[in-house]
Nanobody
């Protein structure tokens, strides 16, 4: 059973930065495509960024393109999301997820394991 644990969330002012980490236990993260999702109150969960199993391909939602960067470190079994130039509308609970797909997985249904989430709050 794969377990994913997110960390690095917090409260920042607009324009600030945060670094999120997702540590995996069980099987190695190297076996999975990974993604970061977020869910704001009253809104549906949305994909923020995704990366394939090797790290050679990534996807970033238009709303975060140029500001957020997804990366992975197979040696440390960890996936990261760097959040730069944060905006109040980035406020949400951020979840990491793992997919058996080897390619970039862009839909919620493709993901098989989920973390518990970490809160990101951006004030204006």
């Amino acid at each position: 059973q794969e377990q994913l644990v997110e960390s690095g969330g917090g409260a920042v002012q607009a324009g600030g930065s945060l670094s999120l980490s997702c540590a995996a236990s069980g099987h190695t993260v190297r076996s999975y495509a990974m993604g970061w999702f977020r869910q704001a109150p009253g809104k549906e969960r949305e994909l923020v960024a995704a990366i394939n199993w090797s790290g050679s391909n990534t996807y970033h939602a238009d709303s975060v393109k140029g500001r957020f960067i997804i990366s992975r470190d197979g040696a440390n079994n960890t996936v990261y999301l760097q959040l730069n130039t944060l905006k109040p509308e980035d406020t949400a609970v951020y979840y990491c997820a793992a997919s058996f797909s080897h390619g970039v997985a862009v839909t919620t249904m493709e993901y098989d394991y989920w973390g518990q989430g970490t809160q990101v709050t951006v004030s204006s």
